[in-house]
């Protein structure tokens, strides 16, 4: 294993923001976020994972995808491809599963998405393994682990005085040639974190397909909001909504928007003639997890089991605490 000294790793942070667009996990009032730096004194280390996930450095909440400019003779297309680079330090495993999870939507199916596609490309993910698992956390329970390095082109491990380094790709090879020279290492190895299982069982063992008409799902509905906090905040949902809007103060000039979307919104399902198959508010819930347990293993076929990465964002930000790993637990008990 390759190892390097915190302080050279600081130094070569330090100059990294300096000259490229880094990101990083940053304190931002009492959240910790994925934010560019400009050095490496705005880090912060110490973290179980940041509030928000990866997914709006692909995928942002809205964007513009092309303008639209008409007059009487023509129509005029401008589209808005993203250009920018970016390196992205100290993803968690979770996170770095949540964009493969995303690149089964946006870069497998055909066509694939430019918009997406050019951001994957511009960006090098570097990892940073987790210490510690937090309480709502149970990425090992659905196929991860603390130091899962899928999805990353670089990851650290820290370790005593310093990181140990794994290259994971050609992006990786460039970063690490570009870092102060490595020596090996012969220290001790932390041991692997361990969490408290949020259920017993793996939610890939439940009969999704005889659960479908349980009353559970109605019942559980009567508390939710629709807030859609769950999806806002989840690295795997990936449902959008396009639409056009005129740009004020160009007349005869539009914009085509992009913004997420969620399976729990009231009319997400409606369709013209004002039909929705998923009128009822369990109907939508219940949805958000065949979505992620059942329809996505069904429709990729990819090494990801589930879609949901364990990251418990969503246990964490759910007001009613309508938490995920309580309906987990409550189907692998049901079928016993
Ligand atoms: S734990 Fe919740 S927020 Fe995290 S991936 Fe699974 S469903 Fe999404
Ligand atoms: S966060 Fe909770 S209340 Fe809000 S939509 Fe999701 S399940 Fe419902």
Redesign the pocket.
Known sequence: MKYIQKADLLAWLDITAWEKNLIAPRKIGNQILYQPIENSSQICWDYIRPDLSLKEAFFPPTERLFMMKSNSQQVELVESMPEEEKIIFGVRSCDALGVQMLDELFLENIPPDPYYAKRRENTTLIGMTCSQIGADCFCTQVGGAPDDPRGLDLMFKEVEDGYLLQVLSEKGQEIYESLPKASDYYGKMPDRPRGKPLFIGAPESIDWESHFDDEYWMELSD?????????YVCPTCRCFDVRDEPIAGQPGAFERLRSWDSC?RENYRQIAGGHNPRAAKGER?RN?FYCKFFYYPQQYHTSMTVACTGCGR?IE????N?DISEIISHLLEVAR
Do not use: E, N, Q, S
């Open positions: 508390r939710c909001l629709g807030c859609r906090i769950c999806a729990v819930l958000r969503c930000a759910c007001p009613v309508i």
